[in-house]
């Protein structure tokens, strides 16, 4: 059964820092590339990052360019989200996935997520 757990969100100041954390099991995160999302009150879910299996190499939404950092530790199955220079925008619950690529497109690999993880961002 594939189970993601996010942790290491919570209340930061407007330019703060946190580190996200996210626990795969039931799959081998190697075999996969990984990916954290978002999703704000009243708004759908947003890929923000995007890790590949082959070379690690990395995407992020224009959004967060320059201020996030994704990192994946295959020996600990695990997928990292480093955020800093936060905004009161970048406030939501985020989740991690896998991904497949289709094209140019990705698409969450796994129908189930994890729990979710909220960050607030105080103005």
């Known amino acids: 059964q594939v189970q993601f757990v996010e942790s290491g969100g919570g209340l930061v100041q407007f330019g703060g820092s946190l580190r996200l954390a996210c626990a795969a099991s039931?799959?081998?995160?190697?075999?996969?590339?990984m990916s954290w999302h978002r999703q704000a009150p009243g708004k759908e879910r947003e890929l923000v990052a995007v890790?590949?299996?082959?070379?690690?190499?990395?995407n992020y939404a224009d959004s967060v360019k320059g201020r996030f950092t994704i990192s994946r530790d295959n020996a600990k199955n695990t997928v990292y989200l480093q955020m800093i220079s936060l905004k009161p925008e970048d406030a939501a619950v985020y989740y991690c996935?896998?991904?497949?690529?289709?094209?140019?497109?990705?698409?969450?690999?796994?129908?189930?997520w994890g729990p979710g993880n909220q960050v607030t961002v105080s103005s």
């Open positions: 996935n896998a991904e497949i690529q289709y094209g140019r497109a990705w698409v969450a690999a796994w129908e189930s």
């Open positions: 890790i590949t299996s082959t070379d690690g190499s990395t």
């Open positions: 039931g799959f081998k995160i190697s075999a996969y590339a």
